[in-house]
């Protein structure tokens, strides 16, 4: 059964700052069916707990007035993303002037078995006329049902895909009334789609599992790259090496011109290492070998899209591969590094980033987790995040478990750990890792942009 059940909750009767607070969890991409990303949902909470409950209107003034305001916003619409996903409450504080966000870039994502209040109707055609695009849950519409005008205001309709062959008739039906309806589908958070899967929505929430690189033996581009990995892992490496590895790249030698020159990149990289900021005013050894890791990453993932596109798709260009996959894994193991910081000795603390990035290589080279594990260029890294026998491989099941929503098992390692982390610290974890990813991202995209020229 997938876990995107949203219902809204009743305000509680404690009025403590942390449950009046909307606090912003995580970002989900929502792709087509080729694996690109075309718009984002925020995945919410009320600041008094760590995603365990849902939105409710007790959250909705400070959701309109803290977060859509403010820069945090920017993150969940970036790179020309037009709209975002935002669960929420319908309610006519939507209309309370002064307006402060742009309704023609959000899509409110209303609760499942929607109860609407005197003047909720009215508010959402009120709001889809200033631009405001509107989604539910086919199947659990709720007072939504009742009213053709509302359903005819929904732009999106989501649909679990663990329950989709029983849902259609319902589906045909929402569609016949609203036939610009686009339907998109989910599952548990963290559960690739297959493109067959993804082929039968407009959109999907989450990602999009890559087409298999087929191989018997790994090609030598891809057998070089991964012994850098291991270089660099174990920090014996040789600058000359990478300059001359660049050469032979050129798309490795692009993003790692664009990451180590980026200014952003370089301050965002001094003050976001863990939780305590750094004293020190320019980029450590540590922090090259970082964003090298992440070029060589960006490598891979475009080398394994370009011999797995269609002959019919022309000349490759980088600047074509969408890099949701490598985001993922630089949030994961920035995520793991701000985490790992306490809990971690300092060799550990080193490793922390690369451990939580090289977790999600088999994505970036079109193959199996199982055969990532068993690669031995990947041994060393692989002892962390394959395992949960030490601190830092404990910290990156973490993380990973938070992505999944699988608060189960948070509370078993923290409970086991004695991690102690606070839902601040994870909050505010979460916020630092995504903006430095993409401030990483942006870099590349720009790097690549002056070298390959655009798409």
């Known amino acids: 059964m997938a876990e995107l059940r949203y219902q809204s909750a009743p305000p509680g009767t404690d009025t403590g700052n942390a449950r009046d607070k909307c606090c912003i969890y995580e970002r989900v991409p929502l792709q087509d069916s080729g694996g690109t990303t ?256 992440v070029a060589l990453g960006y490598c891979l993932l475009c080398l394994a899209d370009k011999y797995t596109r269609p002959a019919e798709a022309g000349e490759y260009n980088p600047l074509s591969t969408d890099l949701e996959m490598l985001l993922h894994g630089i949030i994961r193991g920035k995520m793991v590094e701000i985490l790992a910081e306490k809990p971690c000795d300092d060799y550990d603390n080193r490793q922390a980033f690369m451990s939580g990035f090289l977790s999600l290589i088999h994505l970036y080279i079109h193959d199996k987790y199982a055969a990532v594990c068993d690669e031995f260029m990947l041994n060393a890294p692989a002892s962390y995040f394959a395992f949960d026998n030490t601190t830092l491989g404990r910290v990156i099941r973490y993380v990973r478990a938070l992505e999944q929503h699988d608060f189960e098992t948070v509370n078993e390692i923290s409970g086991k750990s004695g991690f102690g982390f606070t839902k601040e610290q994870v909050y505010a974890a979460y916020l630092r890792a995504v903006t430095w990813a993409d401030a990483l991202i942006k870099a590349i995209i720009d790097a690549s942009s002056q070298a390959f020229g655009k798409r």
């Open 38 to 293: 075309r718009l984002y949902y925020m995945v919410l909470s009320p600041g008094h707990t760590l995603a365990g409950e849902p939105m409710s209107k007790a959250q909705l003034p400070n959701l309109l007035t803290k977060v859509l305001p403010t820069p945090t916003m920017e993150l969940f619409a970036p790179r020309g993303k037009e709209r975002v996903f935002i669960p929420s409450p319908l309610s006519q504080m939507w209309l309370r002037k002064p307006i402060r966000y742009d309704p023609k870039k959000i899509v409110l994502r209303l609760p499942d078995s929607c109860k609407l209040e005197e003047g909720d109707a009215k508010a959402m055609l009120e709001l889809k006329k200033m631009g405001m695009q509107f989604a539910a849950q086919v199947g659990v519409l709720g007072d939504l049902s009742h009213d053709p005008s509302l359903i005819a205001a929904l732009d999106y309709i989501l649909v679990d895909n663990h329950e989709r062959q029983g849902l259609m008739t319902a589906l045909n039906g929402l569609k016949q009334q609203n036939p610009n309806l686009k339907a998109v589908g989910f599952k548990a958070y963290g559960e690739l789609f297959t493109r067959e899967e993804a082929s039968k929505y407009d959109l999907v929430l989450g990602m999009v599992e890559p087409i298999r690189l087929p191989y018997e033996a790994r090609p030598a581009w891809q057998h070089v790259l991964l012994r850098t990995f291991a270089e660099l892992f174990s920090g014996i490496y040789d600058l000359k090496d990478l300059g001359k590895l660049a050469g032979e790249y050129p798309i490795f030698g692009a993003a790692m011109k664009g990451l180590l020159s980026s200014k952003e990149v370089t301050e965002l990289t001094i003050h976001s290492g863990g939780m305590m900021l750094s004293n020190v005013n320019k980029l450590t050894q540590k922090d090259m070998r970082d964003l090298l890791s």
